[in-house]
C-alpha cells in the first residue's frame, strides 16, 4: 500500500486543560501543560497544529450507551466524583468531547491523506472507559469512539489498536471484544489496575484470538519491550494487515513514573513508535494515529510524547537501553503469550 505524504498533525485544544479532577489527582492539568512545554518548537514544515471539533453525539454512542451519556450530560458544570478514582468538573465534559474529536479528527485526517500520521494530545485518557462506565480517569473512550468512526464512516474495514499504557486498557478491550475486524493488543504490567488482561481473555465469538493481551512483570524496560514487540505484537499485525493502525500511548511505563513500576525510557518508547510506524507503512498506507493517554511525571511524559514526535516526522529515535532481566525471564513471558495464540497467530 502506498506510503501517505504530508505532515504530521498534532491535535489539542487549552479547553482540555481546564478538567480539574481535583488537588493532588495524578490526571492534573499540568500534564497537558508540560507537553505542550516541550512540543513548542515543532513548529517547522513537518508539523501542523489543529483544533479538534467536538465529537457528536452519535459518534459517542458507537462505543458508549445513551443513558451513560445522558447521566454525564447532566453534571455539565458541576464537580462530581463518579468513582473513587474519577472525578469531573465543571469544564470536564466540554474536555471529553474535545478529546474524543481530536482522535476522531486525527484518524480522519490520516485516512485521508491531509496527514502522514497524526498525535491527539488529550485529557481525560479514555481507554478505562466502558460502554455505560467511567473509570480509571476515563470519561469517554476516545480511540475506541475514532476506531468506530473510521469504519462507520471512512470506509476503513480492519483497524489494529496498540495499548502500550502500563494499565491494561479494560474499556476497549470491552468495546470490541467479540469483533474480528479490530484487533486489539495491549501490553501492560500485571497485577495492578484495573485487574483485567490476562492472557487467557483471547475475544468472545468471531473476535476469538483478535484479543492479545501481554502482561507483564514489574521492572520491565526498553530491551523487554522490544522483544515482545518483536516476538508477538510484529508477527501478528503482519498476519492480520490492518488499513489503519491507531495507538493507545500512555507513558506511565517510564522508569520515573510515580505510579507504573516499569522501566522504560524516551528512548524506549521513540523505538516502539518507530516499530508502529514500519508495520503501518508496510500496511496501512503510513495512516497511523496516536491518542494520548496515562503518564503521570510531568518530565518523563514531556520527553517521552517528544520522543514519538520525532519518530513521527520520520527522525530516528536514539537506541533504546538492553535489557536489564535475564533472557530466560523476558522468553517466559514472550512463551505464555504464544502458548495462547498459536492457534490464531504465527507466533
Same mark, same amino acid.
Given at each position: #500500500?502506498?506510503?501517505m505524504a504530508g505532515p504530521t498533525l498534532l491535535l489539542t485544544h487549552e479547553a482540555m ?24 518548537? $515543532? ?75 497524526? $498525535?491527539?494530545?488529550? *485529557? ?10 467511567? #473509570?480509571?480517569? %476515563? ?11 473510521? *469504519?462507520?464512516?471512512?470506509? %476503513? ?33 500485571? !497485577? ?15 473476535? =476469538? !484470538? $483478535?484479543?492479545?493481551?501481554v502482561p507483564l512483570p514489574e521492572g520491565f524496560g526498553d530491551g523487554e519491550y522490544n ?34 513500576? #516499569? ?5 524506549? $518508547?521513540?523505538? #516502539? %513508535?518507530?516499530?508502529? %510506524? ?7 498506507? !503510513? ?11 510531568? =518530565? ?48
Open positions: #500500500m502506498r506510503r486543560i481546564e478538567h480539574d479532577p481535583g488537588p493532588g489527582h495524578p490526571e492534573r492539568p499540568e500534564r497537558l501543560q508540560a507537553v505542550l512545554k516541550r512540543l513548542k518548537s $515543532f513548529q517547522d514544515a513537518d508539523v501542523c497544529w489543529a483544533q479538534p471539533t467536538p465529537a457528536s453525539r452519535e459518534a459517542i454512542e458507537r462505543v458508549h450507551r445513551p443513558h451513560y451519556v445522558d447521566q454525564l450530560e447532566t453534571l455539565r458544570g458541576r464537580r462530581a466524583a463518579l468513582d473513587i478514582d474519577t472525578a469531573v468538573s465543571p469544564a470536564s465534559l466540554q474536555a471529553a468531547y474535545l478529546a474524543s474529536g481530536a482522535a476522531i479528527d486525527a484518524v480522519t485526517a490520516v485516512v485521508a491523506g491531509r496527514a502522514r500520521r497524526a $498525535f491527539a494530545l488529550v *485529557r481525560p485518557p479514555g481507554h478505562h472507559a466502558e460502554s455505560d462506565r467511567a #473509570m480509571g480517569f %476515563c470519561l469517554f473512550n476516545n480511540i475506541a469512539i475514532a476506531a468506530a468512526h473510521a *469504519r462507520a464512516s471512512l470506509g %476503513c474495514r480492519r483497524i489494529a489498536i496498540i495499548d502500550f499504557d502500563v494499565h491494561h486498557g479494560n474499556g476497549t478491550q470491552q468495546a470490541f471484544y467479540a469483533d474480528a475486524d479490530v484487533l486489539y493488543i495491549s501490553t501492560h504490567r500485571w !497485577g495492578i489496575y484495573p485487574g483485567t488482561g490476562s492472557t487467557r481473555e483471547i475475544g468472545a465469538a468471531k473476535g =476469538q !484470538g $483478535f484479543n492479545v493481551n522483544a515482545v514487540f518483536g516476538s508477538i505484537l510484529v508477527p501478528v499485525v503482519d498476519a492480520f494487515e490492518p488499513d489503519l493502525l491507531l495507538v493507545s500511548a500512555g507513558f506511565d511505563s517510564h522508569r520515573d513514573d510515580p505510579l507504573g513500576g #516499569m522501566a522504560v525510557t524516551e528512548a524506549g $518508547f521513540g523505538s #516502539m %513508535c518507530a516499530t508502529l %510506524c514500519q508495520l503501518a507503512d508496510r500496511h496501512a498506507g !503510513g495512516r497511523i494515529a496516536l491518542v494520548l493517554e496515562g503518564g503521570y511525571d510531568l =518530565q518523563a511524559l514531556a520527553a517521552s510524547v517528544a520522543a514519538c514526535v520525532d519518530v513521527l516526522r520520520a527522525q530516528k529515535p536514539p537506541a533504546p537501553r538492553p535489557s536489564s532481566h535475564a533472557a530466560g525471564e523476558v522468553a517466559e513471558v514472550i512463551e505464555k503469550v504464544c502458548s495462547v495464540h498459536r492457534l490464531y497467530w504465527p507466533v
